[in-house]
């Protein structure tokens, strides 16, 4: 969200009104979104130019929602809609000579209850940290939305910066609603004093990261395994029966779908063996596959995502993942033009979420309540991230950042 003005309207000016736009009616100026506004429509959809944003009203689960004072233009929501698990990400961008804060006491609940009342199960909002402060006005009023976490060193292309950002969500269930009034971001939080804006320390933003020509598949040796990026040509019946592991389906929230030696081969040719990457884990004494990651890079964003499948019956999953996590991710910090690596694990995916406290790469960032929907019905998300910079990494044993004292 963006508001570069003051937090109240002019005497006398007419109350802001919702219109949702369409593709037929749609206004053509769109110039008015500068860098600081693009960056905050992007926390809902990638937009590299403004002149993208028409073409968004034709585009599936994308609505538009005009903010208009007299009949003039003068902010926009960004609505985007996960179609399986009913989550919508909301951004909000004011005109420059706008009010935007006046804007969004207006509209903001007004907006939250018409999409909720449509069929989103959640409603989710990042906002950068530099605006926290300026937007407390608003969110001291809150009765809806809660804290879910804090995402670091999150690399902004409209700013060519980092910003820290943090993540507010609504859920249509009632009785996940915080008490009126708090943004607490849990019952610890609140009795330690420590409110969402809590003076962590926050590195100062880098300089660009280099671009680099290796890339490629990936091959990691360590002292018990191998990780190297897999095609279809590698495909075998045990990495079948991998996929086909129920206990892996349901650790992953992956569609039931039974795969075969075709399937399989289909499946690790969608991958490009570059950007997009599946890597399988060998045991070095006997070549066994064992499990897989999957690792996504976006370099626009410098980021990329990652995903750790291990064979149910192996009983030391959490060393593997200890074991071969950081020279992994360490790989492609030094082959990717990227400084962050984010993990996402399901709540009910204990056995890897019992195995963090040996992690020492992985930081923890939000609990991301009620994200997706599973066989189990709606599923909480925990979100790990590791860092280019070491600096921000946890210490071992410990996956939350210290807050500096004042």
């Known amino acids: 969200m963006t508001d570069s003005v003051a937090s109240t309207g002019p005497e006398g000016q007419a109350l802001p009104q919702l219109v949702r736009l369409q593709a037929h009616d749609a206004p053509e100026d769109w110039s008015w979104i500068g860098p600081d506004a693009r960056a905050s429509l992007n926390t809902a959809v990638p937009l ?6 028409p073409a968004l009203l034709t585009r599936p689960g994308i609505q538009i929602w005009g903010v208009y004072v007299a009949g003039r233009l003068q902010g926009a929501y960004l609505c985007s809609a996960h179609a399986q698990h009913q989550v919508t990400r909301v951004a909000f961008a004011s005109h420059p000579q706008a009010s935007g804060l006046w804007l969004l006491e207006h509209t903001f609940g007004q907006l939250t209850e018409i999409l909720l009342s449509a069929g989103a199960q959640k409603i989710s909002v990042h906002l950068f940290a530099a605006m926290i402060r300026r937007l407390w006005p608003l969110l001291r009023l809150n009765k809806r939305f809660f804290l879910e976490g804090r995402l670091r060193q999150e690399w902004q ?3 060519q910066r980092n910003e820290d950002v943090f993540i507010i969500s609504a859920l249509a269930q009632e009785g996940m609603r915080p008490e009126p009034g708090t943004l607490w971001l849990n019952t610890h939080a609140r009795t330690s004093g420590h409110r969402f804006f809590s003076n962590w320390t926050t590195s100062q933003a880098s300089d660009p990261l280099p671009e680099t020509n290796v890339r490629g ?18 495909v075998n019946e045990t990495l079948v029966r991998l996929l086909n592991s129920p206990q892996l389906v349901g650790s992953m929230n992956l569609p039931r779908f039974t795969f075969n030696l075709p399937s399989a081969r289909a499946l690790l040719a969608s991958f490009d063996r570059n950007f997009n990457q599946f890597i399988g884990i060998f045991k070095r004494t006997d070549g066994e596959l064992i499990g897989f990651y999957t690792v996504l890079v976006n370099e626009r964003a410098r980021q990329a995502h990652l995903a750790l499948g291990i064979h149910s019956s192996e009983a030391a999953a959490s060393r593997v993942m200890v074991d071969t996590i950081t020279p992994l991710t360490d790989s492609y ?36 309540r009620q994200e997706c929907v599973s066989d189990q019905g709606r599923l909480d998300v925990v979100v790990f991230s590791t860092f280019r910079d070491l600096a921000l990494r946890p210490r071992l044993g410990r996956l939350t950042p210290v807050p500096v004292e004042t």
Do not use: C, W
């Open 48 to 53: 590299a130019e403004t002149d993208q944003v």
């Open 157 to 159: 292309p409209a700013l």
């Open 217 to 234: 598949p990936t091959l990691v040796d360590t002292p018990e395994y191998q990780l190297r990026t897999l095609a279809a040509k590698d």
């Open 333 to 368: 910090f030094e082959r990717f033009a990227i400084q962050k690596i984010v993990g996402n694990v399901l709540v009910s995916n204990r056995r890897m979420l019992l195995s963090l406290p040996h992690n020492y790469t992985f930081l923890f960032e939000a609990v991301l």
